[in-house]
């Protein structure tokens, strides 16, 4: 399983239930929202994004299937634009 971290540079803050991500190279303040900020938090603690649908169905009384999907899609966007990296493999 891949392990994901906010690299170095990146300006991140979380305030209340949002997350804030400043790319230093474009100046671009990137928000998520609630469920997204639980999804970053999540992948920053190794957690894969079947495991994030797991944890954050019962949370957000939502379909699990439908997270981890969400979850996959957050990961490559912040991957696309710099703001979470591949920091290995687990088993």
């Known amino acids: 399983m891949t392990t994901y971290r906010i690299p170095k540079g990146i300006a991140s803050r979380k305030l209340s239930e949002e997350f804030f ?5 474009t100046s671009t303040m990137h928000t998520l929202n609630p469920m997204g ?10 957690k894969s994004p ?6 954050l169905s019962q949370e957000f009384d ?4 439908t997270i981890e999907k969400d979850a996959n ?9 710099g703001l979470l ?5 687990k088993e």
């Open 21 to 25: 991500l400043l790319s230093p190279k």
């Open 37 to 46: 900020s639980a999804m970053l938090t999540l992948l920053s603690n190794g």
């Open 85 to 89: 990296e591949v920091t290995g493999e």
């Open 62 to 65: 939502a379909r699990a299937e």
């Open 50 to 55: 079947r495991e994030i649908g797991e944890i």
């Open 73 to 81: 899609d957050l990961v490559t966007l912040l991957l696309d634009q």
